[in-house]
């Protein structure tokens, strides 16, 4: 393994927006546009806003500021960051394995993610074609089904993703990830302002969305909106992945690490509200059908923009401001991949990346050929997408993070100057995280 540290670690973000820009990238997706406004109608509108917030404040952005502060203290190679901070604590190098974890999790969200990412670029791709006077975009049941059967179509579009995306991450976090989110993230602020002020002005339902998402209804909250509540906070934010470590480790020394962190999570929240505030008039204008996954994003809301006024342009928006999305989300995933590579071979950061985004392709054309041409292939039961959703999001990116949080609370939180902000670390981090985290593996197993 690479003796990396950080003094290793020459360059910094030009500034701290920036930062924020591409840590709120990382943790801003698919997620954000269709999970979030989904959750939030069916569990008690504001009643259940206001328990995500008590979540994310308890849960999400402490894992997220406490592995912000293993980067910067350790360096940008994830192993070897934990290792660092752990032998300078008098603490075992076995540590070390968080790091491979958040690696080994990022590779495996990349095998799906990279597809589901394919599918956004083909949707915006149509739109575009039907806004300068082409072919009616595609939308309904009938046309996603058709798309899933297209492998070709899918292979380029992953293809042509990955090709772009090793290009960033060639670059590396301050010379790639840095410029594409100097541009990214105010266009994809300025096309949700857009659509806002479009949905508002054009479907007469935006007050019946806005009381749907914030009305408190407390009799809706249950048990199972708790769990979602927790699962969305830890989960939104992107930690546990190493992600966060990585672009931690390029800040300068006088960063306030709580207070970036605290932005990111704000800003994480304020674009999920906004994507709701857009779909959700729409669902309602036109009776849609209000199910997550796929169907909200890839059937209901393009039948929806047909029926808009201007409504090809404003699908392209939307499918345009999703890409931008989900596609920051995606060199972030393949950064964590190759960082990883780089410390644990003696591959440079070129073959790092040729390697990193080679197993990406091979694995994203396994999961494409899944749902068509092999579509027999199943793991437990599931088909390849989901049994790599499944296998992410419910066991290993809760493992990581509650080893992300005994580890912050016992070799970093100690280190601290006393103060509100290590005592609220502390407690967020040795006891509501790690109660939390297995509250939400134990619902796996029990309904409470």
Known sequence: MTDTTMSSVQPHWSSRLMFIFAASGSAVGLGNIWKFPYIVGENGGGAFVLLYLACL??????????????GRKGGAYPASAFIKVALAKGRTRAWGGLGALGATIALLILAFYSVVSGWVGIYAADFAVAAVGGEAARSGADAFSAMLADPVAQLVAVSLILLVAGTVIYYDVTGGIQEVMRYVAPFFAILLIAMLLMVAGTTGKFVDAFVYMFRPDFSALSAAAFGEALGHAFFTLSVGMCGMLIYGAYLDDGANIP??????????????????????????????????GPGLLFIALPKGFTLLP?????????FVATFLAAFSSLIALLIIARHWIEESTPLSGSGATLLTVGVTWVSGTIVTLSLNMWDHLTLFGLGLLD????????????????????????AVVPDMQDGPLKSYLNICLSYIAPIGILLLIASKFIDF
């Open 57 to 70: 404040i308890g849960l999400g952005a402490p894992l997220l500021i406490g592995e912000v502060f293993v």
């Open 259 to 292: 207070r970036l962190g605290f932005a990111v999570a704000a800003l994480d929240t304020g674009i999920a509200i906004a994507a709701a505030l857009i779909i959700f008039p729409i669902v309602f204008a036109f009776d849609l059908e209000q199910g997550a």
């Open 310 to 318: 201007y409504g090809n342009l404003f699908g392209l928006s939307f």
């Open 387 to 410: 049994f790599f959703d499944e296998l992410t999001s419910a066991w290993l990116l809760p493992a990581s993070g509650l080893g992300m949080a005994l580890f912050v609370a016992r």
